[in-house]
């Protein structure tokens, strides 16, 4: 298996719901990645996993949680969300955190109304 | 902090032909790794080549070829032979070989056509 799996694919929601975005991979990569890519821009670094602990938050707001229940998962949790927050979410994830290609999923597009 | 500039938001070459995207960036760093990505409509971002900055050959994968310059700090991908299924966004993107995270430093990206 040499995918990143993400589901939703799409999920809108409002900003009273609590919902929550799923990443899998079985490659046995030890290093998971959030990014945020708004249209037409490039992906931004927002959580960085390192062997199932939180090793890089990029200054992102608490409406977003993080969570690595094991060494396949990465799970992110949303709560209060804004319409800005509107873009597509995309996991990766790389052999280590100090070295190996990130491989990405396919990413959940995400719309708050 | 590291930057990544790709100075092409567009970019459209006619199928079976000859194409180079530009990248440059800026680094203090002298030991790093850097790549260009593809993300067609699907959105999945699949890597297309990668450079390590110790190696001076530039990087070559079937129909797609880097030139790489350290000193100017430039990266530019070239695609022989374009197709149809080429036409994506690409971005390139630096990683340092040093930092903690192994996070990637995107570039604006180039959105590339390809023309029947």
């Known amino acids: 298996d040499t995918e990143v799996t993400q589901t939703p694919k799409h999920l809108v929601m409002g900003m009273t719901n609590k919902k929550s975005l799923k990443c899998e991979q079985h490659m046995g990569h030890r290093a998971m990645y959030w990014y945020k890519q708004k249209a037409k821009k490039p992906p931004e670094l927002m959580f960085v996993?390192?062997?199932?602990?939180?090793?890089i938050n990029e200054s992102v707001p608490s409406r977003f949680s993080p969570e690595c229940p094991n060494s396949s998962l990465l799970n992110l949790h949303l709560h209060a969300l804004q319409p800005e927050d509107s873009a597509l979410y995309l996991c990766?994830?790389?052999?280590?955190?100090?070295?190996?290609?990130?491989?990405f999923g396919s990413g959940t597009r995400l719309t708050v109304v | 902090a590291q930057t990544v500039t790709q100075s092409q938001p567009e970019m459209s070459v006619q199928e079976a032909e000859t194409v180079t995207l530009s990248c440059t960036y800026d680094t203090s760093e002298s030991d790093y790794y850097l790549f260009w990505y593809k993300q067609p409509p699907s959105r999945q971002m699949i890597l297309v080549i990668r450079q390590e900055a110790y190696k001076q050959q530039n990087a070559t994968e079937n129909r797609f070829s880097v030139n790489f310059q350290k000193a100017a700090k430039s990266f530019s991908l070239k695609i022989s032979d374009s197709q149809l299924g080429d036409a994506a966004m690409y971005f390139c993107?630096?990683?340092?070989?040093?930092?903690?995270?192994?996070?990637?430093?995107f570039g604006g990206g180039t959105r590339l056509m390809v023309k029947p």
């Open positions: 993107a630096y990683r340092s070989a040093m930092n903690a995270g192994n996070m990637l430093t």
């Open positions: 996993y390192s062997y199932e602990k939180l090793s």
């Open positions: 990766a994830s790389s052999r280590s955190p100090d070295g190996g290609i990130h491989t």
